[in-house]
């Protein structure tokens, strides 16, 4: 990779362009296609960071925002921002932050190091029913939350770690998963294959009425 070459005007202050040099630093946008956690006065969703920079973002979204309002985004390293909505345009949003953050750093997974956090598929609340399928028998469960990697769900039967099971809900095509933990009530489920950005969308929009994501 060719190395820029920085050239100095003869009589020129260095000193004075720095100011010049941070502020298109600041202003620059980096593409980063992570997904996120956006959080609103009506609940949580995902969404897909697609543009940052230090003052503000440009992200995907599956549900309908209006101009002004205020919205909140928690990363996959456990960090968050917050700001207010800019511009609406179909499933793509602008959000400019409530002040300058250093987004970059925020998103990389060396952050977790310092937080003492792994990173793990950010997850919304989704509290509805359905089922899962185990050996042929089919069980109710309410789902607490979700990710695209997997889900949460209250039952009353003890499942053994390590079984396999379908996850049947009303909007979300037959899904195979793993029982990762079972404990109070409560199951960890790891999808075999984990839900796609506009799968997830379709699900938690079902029945919605949206111009957004299908």
Known sequence: MSRATVTNTPGADPSKAA??????????????L????????RGDE??????????????????????????????KTGRSVAGRVAWTNGEAIGV????????????AHQAIEE????????????GKGGFLRVADQEHPVEIVDAS????????DRILPEGC????????LSERGAIVRWCHDGLAGLQFKQPLQFREFAAWRTH????????
């Open 115 to 126: 937080l003492g956090r792994r990173v793990r598929a950010p997850r919304v609340h989704v």
């Open 96 to 107: 400019e932050f409530d002040r300058k953050v250093p987004i970059l750093a925020y998103l």
């Open 34 to 41: 992570q997904v996120a956690k956006l959080q609103t006065a």
């Open 164 to 171: 396999t099971c379908q996850v049947i809900t009303e909007g």
């Open 19 to 32: 100011p010049a040099r941070e502020k298109r630093a600041d202003s620059r946008h980096r593409t980063v």
């Open 148 to 155: 695209q990697a997997g889900m949460c769900v209250r039952t």
């Open 46 to 75: 995902l969404c897909i960071l697609r543009n940052v920079s230090a003052g503000g973002l440009r992200a995907d979204v599956y549900t309908d925002l209006a101009v002004g309002e205020p919205v909140r985004f928690e990363l």
């Open 207 to 214: 029945g919605k009425v949206t111009g957004r994501i299908q």
